[in-house]
């Protein structure tokens, strides 16, 4: 009976791998004993325990929840931020059918012999690209924006499938990076800037706007809040296209998304806050994922101002496609 002797060349290779290993492992015990040092020291409750929790994190391996808003306005400053890099605005959707039940057809049965179909395509490109990074010196960046959105009546055959709607949007906006506590959630950026909109068509179609635009975002965890706000900039009543917009639009909306195993939930609320003659809008979203960066999409939108032609149109719309995913 032969006796099973080890190789010893691989006790030496164990021994000397557990080695290597051991010596940055101690490294690390001895970085984490410092930060938590450091984190002792922190005056602030509340910043002292962010602190802890962010040490207990790194220490456990568990990877850090995505802060969407960090992404989309290039927050954390300890991540590559870089000027002239195009990225995501708004949402990026193509609905190739959608479904309303009270099309607007008023503005148009004058140039079409045919009926506005209730059921349509529409998609919207929404992109921007940072100008200026740390505008003098400050925690501030300089965006200028483009978003598009289009309403196309693709089953439409006998007018030719044509473009019902189509809506520019180019804006320039200021972004403030900023990082406090409000009612338990963390504002993390707040936006400043010139908006203009319009649909870039003749009378009697034309609609237009030049609003200066406001907007602060929050987050807690998985869920962003976003506040936006804004004011009309006066226009002759010669050149008012559409006087009467802010009793449909109001003087502001919220968006709140909740972001789970890949998938988004959003939620629009608008009103124009006028007790006598109360009118807004609605519109619920959820994406699922599909295949790398493109989500399938669901869109249900209820009121007022869905777009330029339609402002002062009530609008029951439903709908289905695919997003390009930028919220993880």
Known sequence: MKCFRPDREKYLTIILAFLLLSVPMRRIQAEDLSKWLDCSRIEDEAERLK??????????????????????????????????????????YFMPYTYNNLPNVDPIKALTVHDVMENEATFQISQKIKLWQDVMGRDMDLWVGYTQRSFWQVYNSDDSAPFRETNYEPEMLLNFRTDFPVLGMRARTVNLGFNHQSNGRSEPLSRSWNRIVGNIGFEKGNFTLLLNAWYRIPESAEDDDNPHIDDYMGPGEIWGYYLWNKHRFGMMLRNNLHFSDNRGALQLEWSFPLVRRVSGYMQFFTGYGESMLDYDSSVNRIGIGFILRDWD
């Open 51 to 92: 602190c802890y929790d962010e040490i207990a994190r790194l220490t456990s391996g568990e990877p850090a929840n995505a802060s969407y808003l960090s992404e989309v306005w290039e927050l954390d400053e300890s991540k590559p931020r870089g000027q002239e890099v195009i990225k995501a605005h708004r949402s990026n």
